[in-house]
């Protein structure tokens, strides 16, 4: 390949790195716009129950805006770093959680396509968010496991409580279990959910994906 020939290789990535720059930031302001406009309304809001889903709604938003800053575009592929989006989002949860509710994480490096961050985001959200709101009622203490495995053929994401367990009746239900399904779907991977006695824990297995666009 000539001088030229890679001058013009080289012009045609940075113009494509500085594009591609351009859309990550304008993704952000409008994650950044959703968010005020919902925060705005559940300030507005009367009613309790639409209070809670407002507040659920914005977290999810938030979720997806973690992910979007944990992509990586090295070598011309574009990847999720899994490991810190998850360190970030259960962080973020932990800090609210009630007093004597502890999250541990047990983290191994993993990445998956740019596409699965954000329902990876999603499914770790409702899955640590439903188990600090409903594992331990009445002040009881506990500990929340966040825990991300590697396998031979791609990895885990298991989220395990010490909690209450799962309602009488079977598996929780509700629309936080038809994101998690919806989600688990597009990263073609399998849920599972599992009582613990105590507890009750949840888990996706994720293949291995080539992370290329």
């Known amino acids: 390949m000539s001088e030229a020939e890679m001058d013009a290789l080289r012009a045609a990535f940075d113009a494509q790195s500085a594009l591609q720059r351009e859309t990550d930031h304008r993704f952000k302001n409008v994650l ?3 968010s005020s406009v919902i925060l705005l309304q559940s300030r507005r809001a009367s009613d309790p129950a639409a209070r809670a889903a407002l507040k659920s709604v914005l977290q999810r938003v938030s979720a997806v805006s973690v ?3 944990h992509i990586d575009r090295a070598a011309g592929a ?3 770093d899994v490991t810190s989006l998850i360190r970030e989002i259960a962080t973020e949860l932990a ?3 009630a007093p004597g ?3 541990d994480l047990d983290l191994d490096p993993a990445t998956a396509a740019a596409r699965d961050g954000a329902p990876l985001a999603l499914i770790l ?3 640590l968010g439903n188990a600090l709101a409903h594992a331990f009622p009445d002040g009881r203490p506990g500990r ?4 991300l495995q590697r396998e031979s053929t791609g990895f885990v994401l298991a ?3 010490d909690g209450v367990g799962a309602p009488e009746g079977g598996p929780p239900k509700g629309f936080g279990l038809t994101i998690l399904q919806l989600m688990a779907q597009q990263v073609h991977g399998r849920l599972e959910m599992t009582a613990t006695q105590p507890g009750f824990r949840l888990a996706v297995h994720v293949p291995m994906d080539d992370p290329s666009p």
């Open 95 to 97: 800090s609210n959680a």
């Open 67 to 69: 992910a979007s800053r």
């Open 159 to 161: 989220i395990a409580d």
């Open 32 to 34: 950044q716009l959703i």
């Open 125 to 127: 959200n409702e899955a």
């Open 78 to 80: 574009e990847q999720t």
């Open 101 to 103: 509710v502890l999250v």
């Open 144 to 147: 929340v496991r966040v825990a």
